[in-house]
């Protein structure tokens, strides 16, 4: 079966989705060792409830990140399922957007730290 091609303003957009989640799964893994007992439990809770939604986002983006990035859906569902892994999706989030940037470039964008500019991606298409 043949790889469909990219689609570059999609993938661009949620390669810095992705990034934004992996920086708020950053803030969400801190949250449990902050001083919670001078705010109460409710705050805890909280923020535990705000690591799962991340968690469950991010996994709902990589799916989608790789849809956009044209692989095959086979892939995409052993991934988001990999995705549930605890050190494996570090490894696979690494994985996955060293790819999605490899693409991005051969199509002559300049990806930053924070992915693509849509100004550049209105330039090249």
């Keep these: 079966?043949?790889?469909?091609?990219?689609?570059?303003?999609?993938?661009?957009?949620?390669q810095r989705w992705m990034i934004w989640l992996v920086g708020a799964s950053i803030l969400?893994?801190?949250?449990?060792?902050?001083?919670?007992?001078q705010y109460g439990?409710?705050?805890l809770l909280a923020a535990l409830y705000f690591q799962i939604v991340v968690y469950a986002l991010m996994i709902v983006?990589?799916?989608?990140?790789l849809i956009a990035q044209g692989n095959h859906p086979l892939m995409v569902v052993i991934c988001g399922i990999l995705m549930i892994a605890p050190c494996g999706n570090l490894l696979l989030?690494?994985?996955?957007n060293m790819s999605v940037t490899r693409t991005l470039r051969r199509a002559s964008l300049r990806v930053g730290f924070w992915g693509v500019k849509d100004e550049d991606v209105e330039r090249v298409l």
Excluded at 1 to 14: F, G, V
Excluded at 93 to 96: C, D, G, K, T, W
């Design 61 to 65: 983006g990589l799916v989608l990140l």
């Design 1 to 14: 079966m043949k790889r469909r091609a990219p689609k570059l303003r999609t993938l661009a957009r949620r």
């Design 41 to 43: 439990t409710y705050v």
């Design 93 to 96: 989030l690494i994985l996955v």
């Design 28 to 37: 969400a893994q801190f949250a449990p060792w902050l001083p919670w007992q």
